[in-house]
């Protein structure tokens, strides 16, 4: 059901207004956004609908086709531990950015997986804020509105992420990457060419959200930043890079992984830029192989789907997101893609066609 549809059915009448906020996958540039590197995701085609109306009260009612049941939350309220409270603080961040302090309905419809890595939570929060933004014209840019919903999920939410998600949510069109420099903030959107397909899989495996590993890692590349004096191990100079060889394992394999990616995803930019598909593909295979041997973040089921996917006709293959479970991104030349994806889900039952 499309959201104008879902918002008649619940609140008996028709919506405002309609937004669309897409999902994101990372291109390349893994782990790399905590340790002042460059990423680059790009939007896919899965993404939410949000419907919205004002609403009488001082509350906010929201209805989603992914969860059972109606919301309806006072705008004195906290964090609840429900699905709602995304689009919820989002709805209340939207006030504080401008919207008028009034009721709304909200009724958001989506194909976007949770969980994914693909940012549903980012498109949510970027997407209601919007949806809540526009019921009354008030115009907030981009970066602002991505920062937003970046304090939503840390401050309200409490998960520590960074900004990459919602920058890309709020940002890159559909056809484009977002080159985003996490040190500064500089982004630039850059073209993907005609006749290049990034085909995402989910690898069947998921992680769970909360067992501690992607925290230990950032806790790693920290230790290791220490030791050998960088302030972002992405930016290490000669001296570090020669003190981050001398470390012992496994700070030494994290702090390699994160300087490394950072300088694979610099050069896949050019190869973006260049229309150089062989080279982003290579780009895209040592990234994996990184992640696998130094970041040790991949599984034994990721590591064989990425080689079947290459032996499949992919020109570059990766894990992508955080690790340890969730999404395949190859790049596919797209007359091979039918048999590329009937030779992995051949070989892979768990594995679900993405974008
Ligand atoms: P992801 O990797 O997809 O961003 P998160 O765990 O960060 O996963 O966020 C998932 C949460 O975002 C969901 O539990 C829910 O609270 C919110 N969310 C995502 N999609 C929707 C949706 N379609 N409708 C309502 N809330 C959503
Ligand atoms: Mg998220």
């Avoid at 949770?114 to 970027?126: H, N, P």
């Avoid at 191990?233 to 390699?256: K, S, T, V, W, Y």
Wanted: net charge neutral; with cysteine; proline share 4%.
């Amino acid at each position: 059901m499309s959201a104008s549809g879902l918002f008649q059915e619940t609140f008996g009448r028709a919506p405002a207004i309609v937004m669309r906020a897409h999902g994101r996958v990372n291109l390349i540039g893994e782990h790399v956004d905590y340790n002042g590197g460059l990423v680059l995701p790009t939007p896919i085609a899965r993404r939410l609908e949000i419907a919205a109306g004002f609403a009488g009260e001082d509350r906010v009612a929201i209805a989603s086709n992914r969860f059972a049941g109606v919301d309806s939350r006072a705008f004195v309220e906290g964090r609840s531990g429900r699905w709602s409270d995304y689009a919820f603080a989002a709805a209340l961040k939207a006030i504080e950015l401008g919207a008028p302090r009034r009721g709304l309905a909200i009724a958001i419809a989506s194909d976007l997986p949770e969980g994914a890595g693909l940012s549903s939570s980012a498109a949510t929060v970027v997407g209601v804020i919007r949806a809540a933004l526009a019921l009354s014209a008030r115009e907030v840019d981009d970066v602002s509105i991505a920062r937003a919903a970046q304090a939503v999920e840390n401050d309200f939410i409490g998960v520590p992420c960074g900004i990459m998600d919602q920058m890309a949510v709020a940002l890159a069109r559909p056809g484009e990457a977002l080159a985003l420099d996490t040190s500064t903030l500089a982004c630039e959107r850059v073209a993907i060419p005609a006749g290049w397909r990034f085909a995402v899989i989910h690898s069947g495996e998921t992680r769970a959200l909360n067992d501690g590993r992607y925290a230990l890692r950032r806790l790693e590349c920290e230790r290791a930043a220490r030791a050998v004096g960088a302030e972002a191990l992405c930016r290490a100079d000669a001296r570090q890079e020669a003190a981050i060889e001398a470390l012992a394992p496994p700070l030494r394999g994290r702090a390699r992984h994160a300087l490394s990616e950072h300088r694979r995803t610099v050069a896949a930019v050019a190869a973006l830029r260049a229309g150089n598909a062989a080279g982003f593909g290579r780009l895209m295979d040592e990234s994996h192989a990184s992640m696998r041997d130094d970041f040790e973040v991949t599984t034994p089921l990721i590591d064989a789907e990425v080689e079947a996917s290459r032996a499949a006709g992919a020109l570059g293959a990766r894990m992508t997101g955080g690790g340890f479970g969730g999404c395949v991104v190859s790049l596919i030349p797209p007359e091979r893609e039918e048999g590329w994806a009937a030779a992995l889900a051949a070989r892979f039952p768990g594995v679900r066609f993405i974008a």
